[in-house]
């Protein structure tokens, strides 16, 4: 694993000293792990709304669409 140094204010580090049984390069770990996650989730979520808006069809609606099929279907 690599190294990473991190700077925190002297009142954190006071406080984190106080707490020896806590694994703070886990901590620290699942902390960019989870702000890496959501960065990935925000770059999907933008992904897909351009492919959305993208992909419309002007003038075309998925509810009509089914209104269609349904009633064609009633009339069989």
Do not use: C, H, Y
Not at 58 to 70: D, F, L, N, Q, V
């Amino acid at each position: 694993m690599a190294n990473v140094t991190i700077t925190v204010p002297e009142g954190l580090k006071r406080e984190m000293k106080k707490r020896k049984a806590t694994n703070w390069s886990l901590v620290a770990r699942k902390a960019f792990e989870e702000a890496i996650r959501q960065e990935e989730m925000a770059t999907a979520a933008e992904a897909i709304d351009k492919l959305r808006t993208s992909s419309k069809t002007p003038g075309w609606s998925g509810a009509e669409e089914i209104r269609k099929w349904r009633d064609a279907s009633k009339s069989s």
